[in-house]
Structures are given as structure tokens and as C-alpha cells.
């Protein structure tokens, strides 16, 4: 059974720092990974999506990173601001394209 | 273009009552998914609808859930009779082909539902 988690569970930094955000799987028969972010009350936002043959995806700030075969993956945030705070959400991907959700990490960037 | 909508926002009932959450995935997504997370735990999948056929209903906790999908457009989820355990957020997503061609689903903001 697949199993998704996301350390750490809470992170707290001043704007403009950069951070790293983890997620680890324990089953790597995958299609793909992607990560969300979710504002109070509000939906789901898709950040980035990565293929299972691709090892990364860029956009603007944030940086996706995959190793499949070690069940990792990263969600580097360049450059923090303020707006940046939320909940941001892993998940895989499996055969039968259900999306299996980590815990998630809840970020807050100080100004 | 409209994203994809859930009502009501938040329902309040007690135990042994009946609710029905509806969800409008945006127009011409021939797949529609319904997510749950309840307290504590991780969001975790429901059911897996492509038009107005269900693909996948094995996250269906038990046969006090019936989702439908008539027509192929909303949808609906209905909890009868209720029970304490069902309280949590109820998330609604829709795509236009399934996640694992690579297209990202859209999520509704969930329905919060509080069983007394």
C-alpha cells in the first residue's frame, strides 16, 4: 500500500530565505508526482507535475525535484515572500490514477 | 472560465440525518473525482467518475455513500444516514483526461461537513 510522507510537517522562515520542502513514497510504480498548494478555505492549486521518467520541473520560484527510485522527491521556494504561506500538498500518482496525498507541510514566511 | 464549484461551502447536521454535496466540474472535463480528508488525517481518494460512468469507486468507506453522476456534468455525493465519522472536507476535481496521462486536476474548495 502506498504511503506518502512529507517532513516537515510545519516550517516556519523569514522572507527571502530559501527552503526545501520533502516528500518520500514507499512505492516507486508511479506515473507521476505532484505538488499543491492549498490556502485556507480554499481548493487545491496544482503547482508542478513531474513525470516518473522526468527528474524535475521548474516554475518561476519553486524547483520540483524526483528520484523515483529512492521514493523522493523536493519542493525547493526560492527567494520566500509572505504570499508564499500555505499548506503545500504531495502527491503520487498510481496505475488506476488515483492521487495519494502526503500530510503536507505548512509553511509560514515571516516579513 | 469557471473553475470547479462545490456546494454548499459548509453543512451542519446531526447524526442519522441525510446530505448530499454537489459538485459542478468545469465544462467539457469528461473526468470528475471526489476527495475527503477528515480530522487529522490525509485527503484521501473517493471515487473516479468518467462521464457519467463510475471508473473506480474503491475509496468509498461503505454503502451509506452514493455518488452520481447524471448526465455526465454535476455530480452528487449523499451520506444517509450520517455518522460522526463522516465529518471532514469533501474535495471535488475534475479533469479533462485521467491524472496519469500528466493532466493536472482542478479542485473545487470543498464542502466542510460537521456531523453532531
Known amino acids: 500500500k502506498q504511503e506518502v510522507t512529507q517532513i516537515p510537517a510545519a516550517l516556519s522562515v523569514p522572507e527571502g530565505e530559501n527552503l526545501v520542502l520533502n516528500c518520500s513514497f514507499t512505492?516507486?510504480?508511479?506515473?507521476?508526482l505532484q505538488w499543491f498548494r492549498q490556502d485556507p478555505g480554499k481548493g487545491l492549486t496544482s503547482l508542478l507535475l513531474?513525470?516518473?521518467?522526468?527528474r524535475e520541473q521548474t516554475s518561476g520560484r519553486l524547483n520540483a525535484s524526483l528520484d523515483k527510485s529512492s521514493g523522493r522527491s523536493t519542493l525547493y521556494i526560492a527567494a520566500s515572500q509572505p504570499g508564499d504561506s500555505a499548506t503545500y500538498l504531495c502527491a503520487v500518482v498510481e496505475y488506476g490514477n488515483k492521487l495519494v496525498f502526503g500530510a503536507g507541510t505548512i509553511l509560514r514566511v515571516k516579513s | 472560465e469557471a473553475g470547479v464549484t462545490q456546494f454548499p461551502s459548509h453543512s451542519v447536521i446531526e447524526k442519522g440525518q441525510t446530505v448530499t454535496l454537489r459538485c459542478d466540474p468545469i465544462?467539457?472535463?469528461?473526468?470528475l473525482y471526489w476527495y475527503r480528508r477528515v480530522m487529522g488525517k490525509e485527503i484521501k481518494f473517493l471515487l473516479h467518475?468518467?462521464?457519467?460512468?463510475?471508473?473506480?469507486e474503491s475509496g468509498m468507506p461503505n454503502n451509506r455513500f452514493l455518488a452520481e453522476r447524471t448526465g455526465g456534468t454535476y455530480s452528487t455525493l449523499k451520506v444517509q444516514p450520517a455518522e460522526l465519522e463522516d465529518s471532514g472536507v469533501y474535495f471535488c476535481a475534475s479533469s479533462q483526461a485521467p491524472p496519469g496521462t500528466g493532466e493536472k486536476l482542478f479542485f473545487g474548495s470543498g464542502t466542510q461537513l460537521s456531523v453532531l
Open positions: 512505492d516507486s510504480a508511479i506515473y507521476n
Open positions: 467518475f468518467v462521464k457519467e460512468s463510475k471508473q473506480d
Open positions: 465544462s467539457g472535463h469528461d473526468n
Open positions: 513531474i513525470q516518473s521518467s522526468q
